[in-house]
């Protein structure tokens, strides 16, 4: 299956990594490009035991992608949106950048796709 994970920071790079190690075809998105150029080298930018070999494993086995754009939504049969909701001032989850993350995604899926978040 092709799955695209927005955001990858905690949840999505655990997620996306694990989603390639069960054989699914997996783009990891995020907006933030020094931290796609490091893990397009490799780099783990969070501490997670094991987690960086798993990722050189997938990355080896050309099934684990990292982007800044999300060109690959438009082929991914479910999209994870597993961007940050920090909490506001008034203790409430802040959901801009959910809103942003599904505008981008909406802007390519099609029709068959399912979105979680
Ligand atoms: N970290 C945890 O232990 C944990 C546990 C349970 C639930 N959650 C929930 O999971 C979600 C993700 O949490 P996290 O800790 O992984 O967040 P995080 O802050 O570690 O990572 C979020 C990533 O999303 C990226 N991002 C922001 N806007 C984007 C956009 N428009 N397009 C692409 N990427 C974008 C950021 O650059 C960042 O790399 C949150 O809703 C959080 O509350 C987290």
Known sequence: MKISVVGTGYVGLVSGTCFAELNHEVTCIDIDEKKIQTLKEGGCPIFEPGLT????????AERLQFSTNYDSVKDSQVVFLAVGTPSSDDGQANLKYLYAAAESAIN??????????
């Open 53 to 60: 070999d798993l990722m050189k494993r997938n990355i080896q």
């Open 108 to 117: 390519e899926i099609n029709d068959e796709a399912i979105i979680c978040y």
